[in-house]
């Protein structure tokens, strides 16, 4: 059956460096990988969107790298911010189809 | 508007009753969703509907049962629910439907506690 998986449940990192979490898949071949964030007790908010033949994305201070070989997608916030602590969540979805599909959730803490 | 709203924030029931969630977006929105997320989990999708049909569903037990009025609506009624009912009730909608290529928009959800 199909299995995303973040690399880690929780991620701790000091205020202006980068965070880089990870996003896995096995049994599945997306077309398009979206990452969203989640504040505790909220609904998830889309950042950004990156297809099959993109191997990188940008906006602002995020980036999203996806690499169908590995199956694998990094996405990393450069100059972190207290601001940016929240849960990360990829989300996996194929061509003429509605269904997403989520991974488990990385936790963000950026300290100061 | 650019927000997906959600009615009541909060909810308490029995396990005998009988209660509705209630979602809207007015972005001309043709896909809505309803998901449940249990704590510390990713949201797991329960329905969606397309073009006001219901087009998935995800195996959900028939203590819920959705609809959608209209374009701008979509209810989920709750009926003789269990405990492990209790979660976070998420709706979403996306500008396009059956295309994977498209961002969804949450509301803000309601927490559901069965007792």
């Known amino acids: 059956s199909q299995k995303i998986e973040q690399n880690s449940e929780a991620l701790n990192i000091q205020e202006g460096k980068t965070a880089t979490l990870t996003c896995n898949y096995t049994?599945?071949?997306?077309?398009?990988l979206q990452w969203y964030r989640q504040d505790p007790g909220r609904g998830p908010v889309f950042l950004l969107l990156?297809?099959?033949?993109?191997k990188e994305k940008r906006k602002e201070r995020l980036k999203v790298t996806f690499d169908t070989t590995l199956k694998q997608s990094l996405f990393h916030v450069t100059a972190s911010q207290p601001a940016d602590s929240a849960t990360y969540l990829c989300a996996l979805s194929s061509y003429n189809t509605d269904k997403l599909i989520f991974g488990t959730g990385t936790r963000l803490q950026v300290f100061p | 508007d650019t927000e997906v709203t959600q009615t009541p924030k909060h909810l308490v029931m029995g396990m005998t009753n009988k209660k509705s969630l209630k979602c809207e977006q007015h972005m001309g929105h043709r896909a809505m969703y309803w998901y449940k997320q249990k704590a510390k989990k990713p949201p797991e999708l329960m329905f969606v509907y397309s073009y006001e049909k219901l087009s998935i569903n995800e195996s959900v037990p028939s203590r819920f049962s959705p609809e959608c009025p209209n374009s701008s609506l979509l209810n989920l009624h709750l009926h003789a629910l269990q405990p492990e009912d209790s979660a976070l009730y998420l709706c979403?909608?996306?500008?396009?439907?059956?295309?994977?290529?498209?961002?969804?928009?949450f509301g803000p959800g309601t927490r559901l506690t069965v007792t």
């Open positions: 990156i297809r099959e033949n993109e």
């Open positions: 979403a909608s996306s500008p396009r439907t059956g295309q994977g290529s498209y961002e969804q928009y």
């Open positions: 049994n599945y071949s997306p077309a398009y």
